[in-house]
């Protein structure tokens, strides 16, 4: 079982970022997924989830209106599209897999929000 997250980097406030999560494995279309992400020196929180069946998401308070999870089925893929970032969004984000009590987490990928 593999989760490889990729696309984190330094970007300015305001600007974009698409993090990529790749899946191989396990049977991918069956679990829920979700990104997580860990601040320096703060709790791991949950940013962003999307279901197996209908694809709906929800998302953190603090990033609604900003971010958009997605997933491509076919090709093992999640997504976050993160805009009008802010420094606060400077963490580790983690992609994770799970279905009722299996649990898969990448190994993270960091993004640094600062001009």
């Known amino acids: 079982v593999q989760l490889v997250e990729s696309g984190g980097g330094l970007v300015q406030p305001g600007g974009s970022l698409r993090l990529s999560c790749a899946a191989s494995g396990f049977t991918f279309s069956s679990y829920a997924m979700s990104w997580y992400r860990q601040a320096p020196g703060k709790e791991r929180e949950l940013v962003a989830a999307?279901?197996?069946?209908?694809?709906?998401?929800n998302y953190a308070d603090s990033v609604k209106g900003r971010f958009t999870m997605s997933r491509d089925n076919a090709k093992n893929m999640v997504y976050l599209q993160m805009n009008s970032l802010k420094p606060e969004d400077t963490a580790v984000y983690y992609c994770?897999?799970?279905?009722?009590?299996?649990?898969?987490w990448g190994k993270g990928t960091l993004v640094t929000v600062s001009s």
């Open positions: 994770r897999a799970f279905l009722v009590t299996v649990n898969y």
């Open positions: 999307i279901n197996s069946a209908s694809g709906s998401t």
